[in-house]
T-cell receptor, first 115, second 112 residues
């Protein structure tokens, strides 16, 4: 079974520029999560999708971050404009979320450096 | 919301020794507790999990215990090996929300 795919793996941009990350979840997984992981910390949820609807985006800085999940499969996370404090690893995860099956699987992450 | 605390933040053990990492949670409605291993440059990998209706689960050298009354759960690694060196995260899932809250991580160093 293929895992969660993310691209790019690394990105370096200057502050005030924009950037987009892509995620392809495990086939059939209804729930998709985007997390921000700052060095030395645990993952922090940015946004959670159930199929193509947003379940929770309470921690998403909506003035600069946006995300969409078209057709309930792939998802993109965008930052515009980026700030220095956005430097982090952005992790995508997915979960089947059916019955009592709620294991969550992560992709390799995208390491963003804002200079 | 849920609050998950994890201790210790760093743990250094000799190869062959056991390692124990502990987490506490605040929301009694949490019902699923996974543990993840994160190696440098990689995403977190699910290594073991436990549900609220079970007190202990074991998989080869790793085990997890859950005390629902005290709201804490622990990861036990026996016969540690250098390849166990990584950062370990605990998490708690809130019932009916499918939302996960993570601890701050434990950096385990297994010395050969």
């Amino acid at each position: 079974e293929a895992g969660v795919a993310q691209s790019p793996r690394y990105k370096i941009i200057e502050k005030r520029q924009s950037v987009a990350f892509w995620c392809n979840p495990i086939s059939g997984h209804a729930t998709l999560y985007w997390y921000q992981q700052i060095l030395g910390q645990g993952p922090k949820l940015l946004i959670q999708f159930q199929n193509n609807g947003v379940v929770d985006d309470s921690q998403l800085p909506k003035d600069r971050f946006s995300a969409e999940r078209l057709k309930g499969v792939d998802s993109t996370l965008k930052i515009q404009p980026a700030k220095l404090e956005d430097s982090a690893v952005y992790l995508c995860a997915s979960s089947l979320s059916r019955g009592d099956s709620y294991e969550q699987y992560f992709g390799p992450g995208t390491r963003l450096t804002v200079t | 919301g849920e609050n998950v605390e994890q201790h210790p933040s760093t743990l250094s053990v000799q190869e062959g020794d056991s390692a124990v990492i502990k987490c506490t949670y605040s929301d009694s409605a949490s019902n699923y507790f996974p543990w993840y291993k994160q190696e440098l440059g990689k995403g977190p990998q699910l290594i073991i999990d436990i549900r609220s209706n079970v007190g202990e689960k074991k998989d080869q050298r790793i085990a997890v215990t859950l005390n629902k009354t005290a709201k804490h759960f622990s990861l036990h690694i026996t016969e540690t090996q250098p390849e166990d060196s990584a950062v370990y995260f605990c998490a708690a899932r809130r019932y009916n929300f499918n939302k996960f809250y993570f601890g701050s991580g434990t950096k385990l160093n297994v010395k050969p």
